[in-house]
């Protein structure tokens, strides 16, 4: 069964960056897509950006020119490099394997001045 725990949220002031991680435990990982996904108060859960297996990038308009995802499958974990953050990227930031339909449980972003 596979597990996966998100950390590197926080408390930022518009224009900062953070990276998150998500690493998983099992096997496998390196076959899987591996997504983000935020959800703010009051607001359903939005993808956010994915890369494959394979290497392929997706990103959701809001976070192009902003978010880079990135994967160290040595490692098991998934990145996402936010930069330039804004007061609307406020949520809870979930990674997810895609292909197995497995969650973390979320690490808190804040952007506010």
């Known amino acids: 069964q596979v597990q996966l725990v998100e950390s590197g949220g926080g408390l930022v002031q518009p224009g900062d960056s953070l990276k998150l991680s998500c690493v998983a435990s099992g096997s496998g990982f390196s076959t899987y897509d591996m997504a983000w996904y935020r959800q703010a108060p009051g607001k359903q859960r939005e993808f956010v950006a994915r890369?494959?297996?394979?290497?392929?990038?997706s990103y959701e308009s809001f976070a192009k020119g902003r978010f880079t995802v990135s994967r160290d499958n040595a490692k098991k974990t998934v990145y996402l490099q936010m930069n330039s953050l804004k007061p609307e990227d406020t949520a809870v930031y979930y990674c997810n394997a895609i292909d197995i339909s497995a969650w973390g449980q979320g690490t808190q972003v804040t952007v506010s001045s």
């Open positions: 890369i494959n297996s394979s290497g392929f990038l």
